[in-house]
Nanobody
Framework: QVQLVESGGGPVQAGGSLKLSCAAS????????MGWFRQAPGKEREFVAF???????NYADSVKGRFAISRDNTKSTVYLHLNSLKPEDTAVYYC????????????????WGQGTQVTVSS
């Protein structure tokens, strides 16, 4: 089992920045692909970014150049830096984990956090 706990969400004005954190416990963190997904009201959960166990990253087109994912294996924590935020970035952001193989599909991830709300006002 892997337990994930997100933090760092909150209200922010358009153009602002936030840093989300996801602390993991339970298994060898470095073996896991860590992903961030988001879900806005009335919409499907969508891929935002992932970082592989080796540090390779991938981003959704909608956030490329604005968001940055990173991980600190010594702290078993993954981060998502959100910059140049837009109102359409408003959503609950979820951290997720799966072993070894990268994926942009939410259903491929085995472990999920409880989510953290990000609200961007114009």
């Amino acid at each position: 089992q892997v337990q994930l706990v997100e933090s760092g969400g909150g209200p922010v004005q358009a153009g602002g920045s936030l840093k989300l954190s996801c602390a993991a416990s339970g298994r060898t963190f470095s073996n896991y692909v860590m992903g961030w997904f988001r879900q806005a009201p009335g919409k499907e959960r969508e891929f935002v970014a992932f970082i592989s166990s080796g540090g390779s990253t991938n981003y959704a087109d909608s956030v490329k150049g604005r968001f940055a994912i990173s991980r600190d294996n010594t702290k078993s924590t993954v981060y998502l830096h959100l910059n140049s935020l837009k109102p359409e970035d408003t959503a609950v952001y979820y951290c997720a984990a799966r072993r070894l193989v990268t994926s942009v599909v939410a259903g491929d991830y085995n472990y999920w956090g409880q989510g953290t709300q990000v609200t961007v006002s114009s």
